[in-house]
């Protein structure tokens, strides 16, 4: 038995709790510490709002000059969601709406260009293969 074993002081832990009291000997030195500190649980708290003038998020995709980009922003009181596509694009813009709804809108465009694009994705491939495996049933290559 080695003195850093775990398991071995745990195991002498239960048996000086199980021994009756007066059998109780005086405790064993050990490595490990006698208490460890007592850390109550966490406090679920709940994350900061998000900053809705300028949250921004972009669409999928290799190419920047064809990217879309969702921006919120502030004006007069209202929110507004800019979209343009590229860099040097004019925004369409949509709003006035709520600060909630703004964040939603960018949220699900997002979401939404992701979906679609990674199903493009997968349909490009998969007909790529289908056309690959074709050429090679037929001799080309």
Known sequence: MTQSD??????ATIASILDPPDARRAPEKTAVAEHAPVVPPPIPVSPPPIEAHGYCKFGPGPMTAIR???TVRLDNGDYYVDETIGENSAPIVTGPMSREAAIQMVDDRESGARRRFEQLK???TR?????NLARKDSGEA
């Open 6 to 11: 775990p398991t071995d002081n745990a195991l």
């Open 122 to 124: 997968s349909e490009m």
């Open 68 to 70: 879309f980009k969702w």
């Open 127 to 131: 007909d790529s293969a289908t056309v």
